[in-house]
């Protein structure tokens, strides 16, 4: 078992560049399913999540290939896939489920275990399947597999999302694009990777119109041809290396961000007095004072993204002032509090809400990455305590952040990797 050792006090300083999201490039990898032939995603990032979901695609039968010097993954697609998703896979990473869209367009059926509750929460299903039912699937849950099936054709219908859910979007767009007729979804996410898978389906021949709106209408086609497409980057990681800069006084430069995607936070970053200059493929991120608190309330994009809230949490917590953190997406992500407050953080969480007392003079301490984006929110406030802190339980944080320590390393951190087994 890996940890992270940090020492505190290290100014960050220097340039880092972003992969693609993971979040995006899981799903295009599933999209890939829905062609026949060689489909290449380049700004794939090398983290434990994509080895996860090109394991499971080889299960349903394809040949793929991460070539990870040059960031890109080849996915040769049969014309002929299997059809179940195993339990072994799916509890690994929950993001599994999106291969259930594209296995029954391409063969009329899925089995996919049910991913059951993680480390965030409890985590529903039922907007992706109440979707999939409009489009005429039928879904039983039988020995804790979702058996979906569709008998014949699958036909467009107009769906309204009762919560703006990305998953379900994701599984029901992939459905439909190879649907009889259109369909509407209504009350779509409108976060960037949702725009990218489009993206990516309009490449390989979908027609879809309203990418990037509350409404996506799909006009389903007979079949899709496989394609070569680039990955968004990671809005998560370049917000997480922007509020580094920030909780460590320093002065970074993103390079491959989008900072559109992150108007929301970035601006939360200026209101703690962060000076944050726009660039062609990027942004920089300086700080020369110790931060104001400032209050977040996570939603929806373009609300802030829940994805940055333990990394703002981190910053808060050594804030001058105090902020109130409002957690709207994933009931079990205030776990993460308890703790940063073994680093002498003073937080209070009441449901959904955390206030944080700013002014905390963290100090190092053995803590437990309790998932990916608490992880980053400990190596953060690693950065700015006294002494050591020993991140355990690091597999969360290499499931989404791409040469976290080297990155880190190169822009003045003091952190190591470790054998604590
Ligand atoms: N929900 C339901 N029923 C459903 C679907 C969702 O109740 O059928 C609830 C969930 O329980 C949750 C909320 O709706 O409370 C949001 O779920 P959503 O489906 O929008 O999220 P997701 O697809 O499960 C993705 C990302 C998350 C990110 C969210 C929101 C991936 C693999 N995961 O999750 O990323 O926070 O969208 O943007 O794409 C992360 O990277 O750390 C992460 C958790």
């Not at 339990?87 to 690994?92: A, E, G, H, K, Q």
């Not at 497409?229 to 998560?236: A, E, G, Q, S």
Request: hydrophobic letters at 45%.
């Amino acid at each position: 078992m890996d940890a992270f050792e940090v020492v505190g006090g290290n100014r960050l300083a220097g340039e880092v560049r972003v992969d693609g999201a993971k979040n995006s490039a899981l799903k295009l990898m599933a999209a890939a399913l829905l062609a026949k032939g060689q489909t290449t995603i380049r700004e794939v990032p090398e983290i434990l999540d994509v080895e996860v979901m090109a394991e499971l695609l080889r299960r349903l039968g394809c040949e793929v290939t991460h070539d990870s010097t040059e960031s890109l993954v080849v996915i040769d697609v049969p014309a002929v896939l299997h059809h179940q998703a195993d339990y072994d896979l799916v509890r690994r990473m929950r993001a599994s489920i999106c291969v259930l869209g594209p296995l029954i367009a391409r063969c009329g059926q899925a089995e996919v275990a049910v991913p059951g509750g993680d480390a965030i929460g409890s985590r529903g299903l039922d907007i992706h399947l109440a979707g999939l039912q409009k489009l005429g699937v039928e879904v039983s849950n039988e020995h804790g597999y979702l058996k979906a099936v569709s008998g014949g054709d699958l036909n467009g219908a107009h769906i309204w999302l009762d919560f703006p859910s990305v998953g379900a979007t994701e599984n029901i767009l992939m459905a439909a694009v190879l649907a009889e007729g259109t369909t509407i979804i209504d009350n779509a996410p409108r976060e960037p990777e949702i725009a990218d898978l489009c993206n990516m389906l309009v490449s390989m021949g979908a027609c879809i119109e309203g990418i990037g709106s509350a409404t996506l209408e799909i006009f389903g086609v007979d079949s899709l041809h496989p394609t070569d497409y680039t990955t968004v980057p990671d809005r998560i990681v370049a917000g997480t290396w922007a509020v580094a800069a920030a909780v460590t006084q320093g002065d970074v430069t993103i390079r491959n961000a989008r900072s559109t995607d992150l108007e929301l936070p970035l601006d939360k970053l200026e209101s703690a007095g962060a000076t944050v200059e726009i660039l062609d493929d990027g942004f920089r991120v300086t700080m020369d004072r110790t931060p104001k608190a400032t209050d977040i309330v996570t939603l929806p994009y373009p609300g802030f993204p829940t994805d940055l809230q333990p990394q703002f949490i981190a910053l808060n917590a050594i804030a001058e002032g105090a902020a109130m953190v409002t957690e709207n997406l994933f009931e079990a992500r205030f776990r993460f509090v308890q703790e940063l407050s073994r680093l002498g953080a003073t937080i209070r969480t009441d449901g959904h809400h955390a206030m944080v007392r700013g002014g905390a003079k963290l100090s190092g301490a053995p803590v437990e990455a309790t998932d990916v984006r608490a992880g980053a929110g400990l190596v953060l406030a690693g950065l700015v305590a006294e002494g050591t802190t020993t991140v355990h339980d690091v597999f969360h944080i290499d499931r989404g952040y791409a040469q976290f320590v080297e990155r880190l390393t190169a822009l003045g951190g003091n952190i190591t990797r470790v054998d604590v087994a």
